[in-house]
């Protein structure tokens, strides 16, 4: 690789970056390019060169911050590893990536119909590969083979686990209630959830 192509790409992370903290701080709304090519120690041209659009950038910062989430799956694979420690060690990577951009995900939930082109790949890695990883492995667990209950399953553990993970922040300074750590919540709900397996 040569220095134009490695200052290249380091400057197109800095823009990624700055993209992201700026959305997870102000929102989507506030985010300029203006603001990006300041906070990245870049120029608006150079940010444009790189992007094209402000959308354009937008969608690969997302994109970027939604594929950290692909990488949690993996670790479903692992046949070595007993399923429900492979389970217990997916929902606790996946809260991992929740908790650096807590505030990010919960915009990009509240977004809803403002489909981002990085959303809709993320769903559809979710449908074609994520949910049927996270099925196999429930299946292992509880034998279950309704694909109807194992998607209700899916959905049970994800926010049973994800919404404390998103909420912790405004629980602890609102109310001041400890949400407890994420090892503590996932072996409760699997104490309970799977108590006969």
């Known amino acids: 690789m040569s220095q134009v192509d490695k200052n290249s790409g380091e400057t197109k992370a800095k823009i990624l970056q700055a993209t992201l903290d700026l959305i997870k701080s102000e929102g989507f709304e ?97 449908r074609n590969i994520g949910f049927t990883k996270v099925q196999t492995i429930l299946q292992e667990i509880t034998g279950e083979e309704n694909v109807e209950v194992l998607m209700m399953m899916i959905m049970q553990l994800f926010g049973a686990v994800f919404l404390p993970a998103l909420l912790r922040s405004i629980l602890a300074t609102g109310s001041g209630i400890e949400v407890g750590s994420i090892d503590k919540q996932i072996d409760l709900l699997f104490a309970r959830y799977f108590h006969e397996m």
């Not at 041209?45 to 989430?69: C, M, P, Q, T, W």
């Not at 479903?76 to 217990?88: N, W």
Request: charged share 20%.
């Open 30 to 126: 506030s985010v300029t390019v203006r603001k990006i090519a300041a906070d990245s120690g870049t120029n608006v041209a150079l940010v444009n060169y790189y992007f094209g659009s402000k959308d354009r950038l937008i969608n690969e910062a997302l994109s970027l911050f939604l594929s950290s989430f692909q990488g949690t799956f993996d670790v479903l694979d692992d046949r070595a590893t007993a399923p429900k420690q492979r389970l217990k060690q997916f929902l606790t990577s996946y809260v991992e990536v929740i908790q650096q951009y807590p505030e990010l995900v919960s915009r990009i939930f509240a977004l809803g119909g403002a489909v981002f082109t990085s959303q809709y790949e993320y769903g559809q890695f979710l």
